[in-house]
């Protein structure tokens, strides 16, 4: 997702898409598993870092249409032309957790009584050791 700000200014906006080529070394930093400092190095001592880059079309903001929908207009083209699949969230999903009172909540709506459920399934299969 992009930060609506960009968005909200009325200027024109120039996508570009950039889509990293995995056959030397993966450009993707993944923070929960790598220093900053290692995946650096990582790309410096590869052999190369090869990527495809699209400019696009300059975008501008539609009549009646709202920043976030701007955002998410512009995120689809640029998917698009790269190829890539559109995810409801960013590369900072790894660090959020949902509070387990969220959860319950959820596990509620989609499956109600599976407390009950789960706790016969354990009932039952003491009874049967």
Excluded at 63 to 75: K, M, Q, S
Excluded at 104 to 115: A, D, L
């Amino acid at each position: 997702m992009f930060k609506k700000g960009a968005f909200e200014l009325g200027c024109t906006v120039c996508p570009v898409a950039i889509k990293y080529n995995k056959k030397f070394v993966d450009a993707f930093w993944n923070s929960r598993k790598q220093s900053f400092t290692m995946h650096i190095l990582q790309l410096m001592t590869s052999w190369a870092v090869v990527c495809d880059v699209w400019y696009l079309e300059p975008q501008n903001i539609r009549p009646g249409e709202t920043p976030i929908e701007f955002a998410e207009r512009v995120r689809d083209i640029i998917s698009v032309r790269a190829g890539l699949k559109m995810v409801p969230w960013d590369g900072y999903l790894k660090y959020s957790h949902p509070s387990p009172k969220h959860r319950e909540r959820n596990e509620q709506f989609v499956c109600p009584g599976s407390r009950i459920l789960q706790n016969q399934c354990c009932v039952d299969w003491r009874s049967s050791r």
